[in-house]
T-cell receptor
């Protein structure tokens, strides 16, 4: 069974700090997706990483896919209160050709002004 | 309207009631999903419909009954629920039924069982 482990589970920081959250598995994934879920809303896709070693940037957010495609990280520079939310990673269950997404439990981030 | 819309946003019901959750997508997608989101657990996939046919039923109790009358609408019929069924129920859609497809979520229905 493929599992995605996310760490830390909770993170509370001050505005302006940097942070990194992780998504790890013992299984290889053909791709990984990152979502952010703000309080009272559904998850929204941030990025999809596909190639081992890939780095993608979205303003202050930097996403990296591990070389072996078993892990990914999300780094936020100079966090702002608007970054508060639940960060979820997800990957295809059956190698990506057909199947469902499996999700990690998420990292709940709180950025205080 | 665009995106994925879920109604109602909040629902409180007794264990003997019957209610339905509604999901509508305006994205022209072919696949629709129901998920359950509980505290301290990953998103749990409940049902998947692709081109209006059910393709996945993840051992969900029969007190949950999905319906997909067309590619834009998805319902979740509820009856004789248990307290442990209290959760956020999320609907999502994707262009096609593929594991590497991004999914677009609604804002969910917060369900509380008394």
């Amino acid at each position: 069974t493929q599992l995605l482990e996310q760490s830390p589970q909770f993170l509370s920081i001050q505005e302006g700090e940097n942070l990194t959250v992780y998504c790890n598995s013992s299984s290889v994934f053909s791709s990984l997706q990152w979502y952010r879920q703000e309080p009272g809303e559904g998850p929204v896709l941030l990025v999809t990483v596909v190639t081992g070693g890939e780095v993608k940037k979205l303003k202050r957010l930097t996403f990296q896919f591990g070389d072996a495609r078993k892990d990914s990280s999300l780094h936020i520079t100079a966090a702002q209160p608007g970054d508060t939310g639940l960060y979820l990673c997800a990957g295809p269950n059956y190698g990506g050709s057909q199947g469902n997404l499996i999700f990690g439990k998420g990292t709940k981030l709180s950025v205080k002004p | 309207e665009t995106g994925v819309t879920q109604t109602p946003r909040h629902l409180v019901m007794g264990m003997t009631n019957k209610k339905s959750l509604k999901c509508e997508q305006h994205l022209g997608h072919n696949a629709m999903y129901w998920y359950k989101q509980s505290a301290k657990k990953p998103l749990e996939l409940m049902f998947v419909y692709s081109l209006e046919e059910r393709v996945e039923n993840n051992s969900v109790p029969s007190r949950f009954s999905p319906e997909c009358p067309n590619s834009s609408h998805l319902f979740l019929h509820l009856h004789t629920l248990q307290p442990e069924d209290s959760a956020l129920y999320l609907c999502a859609s994707s262009q096609v039924y593929r594991g590497n497809q991004p999914q677009h979520f609604g804002d969910g229905t917060r369900l509380s069982i008394l």
